[in-house]
């Protein structure tokens, strides 16, 4: 077999500062406090907490007092920080650049709706850990949808703004855009900026990666796709690498690897979210190479 690994997948910039911030504050220290999973990969989560990383929920945030935390990749809501200054907590913050700038347009676009009796809608997984981050600029105000069910909850008669969570899929962004279009002209009002403001904000690092991997998916027979099992982008990327090859299979490391998924000469890809270490892809290169030399020689 020929096996491979998709060299635009594994970490985006924003994943791997964050983890090179918390390597280089634990030389230093002993432990580490992580406000939730650094990221949703439960191997390198486990590698990092070897190290002295200790996850806690913002409930244990709370009790907390003359520490450190850190802040991942996805950002956190304004209540955040206040607790950290009434807690003395330092925050070492590895907020994602694009997901602070973000922030900062939904906090703008917020003060504007507000004075409007407008809405913010946002495209995202309703409890995600930067959704929730991103609903903290509004006061909790913020209409979150994924679903059609979900454009239930917006009125169509007032003005819409209409934002992305940075790791959603293009495609299903421009459908719900499109969906709440359709809704808002159904209430006899007119598509201006006025009335309807949309915002593609999804991360092109995270976009550009579906056509990356709608053609390595089609370049090999059999795709390994390796993600945690928590992580939206991961379920999202492999529904693109199902959509151009069925045979694409979606595991958390090697030990979920089937042999009777493979055949003799055939071209096997591995691939993964941009939460997915590259380490881990690796290592399941090797499995697949070892199955080779043993079981799939004999």
Same mark, same amino acid.
């Given at each position: 077999?020929?096996?491979?690994?998709?060299?635009?997948? @594994?970490?985006?910039?924003?994943?791997?500062?964050?983890?090179?911030?918390?390597?280089?504050?634990?030389?230093?220290?002993?432990?580490?406090?992580?406000?939730?999973?650094?990221?949703?990969?439960?191997?390198?989560? $486990?590698?990092?907490?070897?190290?002295?990383?200790?996850?806690?929920?913002?409930?244990?945030?709370?009790?907390?007092?003359?520490?450190?935390?850190?802040?991942?990749?996805? @950002?956190?809501?304004?209540?955040?920080? &206040?607790?950290?200054?009434?807690?003395?907590?330092?925050?070492?913050?590895?907020?994602?650049?694009?997901?602070?700038?973000?922030?900062?347009?939904? &906090?703008?676009?917020?003060?504007?709706?507000?004075?409007?009796?407008?809405?913010?809608?946002?495209?995202?997984? !309703? @409890?995600?850990?930067?959704?929730?981050?991103?609903?903290?600029?509004?006061?909790? !105000?913020?209409?979150?949808?994924?679903?059609?069910?979900?454009?239930?909850?917006?009125?169509?008669?007032?003005?819409?703004?209409?934002?992305?969570? $940075?790791?959603?899929?293009?495609?299903?962004?421009?459908?719900?855009?499109? &969906?709440?279009?359709?809704?808002?002209?159904?209430?006899?009002?007119?598509?201006?900026?006025?009335?309807?403001?949309?915002?593609?904000?999804?991360?092109?690092?995270?976009?550009?990666?579906?056509?990356?991997?709608?053609?390595?998916?089609?370049?090999?027979?059999?795709?390994?796709?390796?993600?945690? !099992?928590?992580?939206?982008?991961?379920?999202?990327?492999?529904?693109?690498?199902?959509?151009?090859?069925?045979?694409?299979?979606?595991?958390?490391?090697?030990?979920?690897?089937?042999?009777?998924?493979?055949?003799?000469?055939? !071209?096997?890809?591995?691939?993964?979210? $941009?939460?997915?270490?590259?380490?881990?892809?690796?290592?399941? &290169?090797?499995?697949?190479?070892?199955?080779?030399? @043993?079981?799939?020689?004999?």
């Amino acid at each position: 077999m020929q096996v491979s690994i998709d060299k635009n997948s @594994g970490y985006c910039f924003g994943v791997e500062f964050a983890i090179k911030m918390a390597e280089d504050e634990m030389e230093q220290s002993d432990k580490l406090y992580c406000l939730g999973d650094i990221v949703h990969n439960s191997m390198e989560v $486990t590698r990092l907490s070897e190290k002295g990383l200790v996850v806690i929920d913002h409930e244990q945030l709370s009790e907390l007092h003359d520490c450190k935390v850190l802040i991942r990749a996805h @950002g956190e809501p304004p209540e955040t920080y &206040k607790i950290a200054i009434e807690n003395n907590i330092e925050l070492i913050d590895a907020s994602c650049p694009v997901v602070l700038k973000l922030q900062h347009r939904v &906090k703008s676009a917020f003060d504007k709706m507000e004075r409007e009796e407008g809405q913010i809608v946002i495209y995202g997984k !309703k @409890g995600h850990a930067e959704v929730i981050g991103l609903t903290g600029q509004t006061l909790e !105000k913020a209409i979150v949808v994924m679903e059609d069910a979900d454009l239930e909850k917006i009125d169509f008669s007032r003005p819409v703004t209409l934002f992305s969570q $940075t790791t959603k899929s293009t495609k299903g962004f421009y459908e719900i855009s499109q &969906k709440i279009e359709d809704r808002i002209q159904a209430a006899k009002q007119e598509i201006t900026r006025e009335t309807f403001n949309t915002n593609d904000s999804i991360c092109r690092q995270v976009s550009n990666r579906e056509p990356q991997l709608q053609r390595f998916s089609q370049e090999n027979d059999v795709i390994l796709f390796v993600s945690g !099992k928590k992580s939206s982008n991961g379920k999202a990327l492999h529904q693109v690498c199902l959509a151009q090859n069925e045979r694409s299979y979606f595991i958390e490391n090697e030990t979920e690897i089937d042999p009777d998924w493979f055949q003799k000469d055939e !071209k096997v890809g591995i691939c993964g979210a $941009t939460s997915t270490p590259m380490w881990l892809m690796e290592q399941v &290169k090797s499995y697949v190479e070892s199955l080779e030399e @043993g079981v799939l020689s004999v």
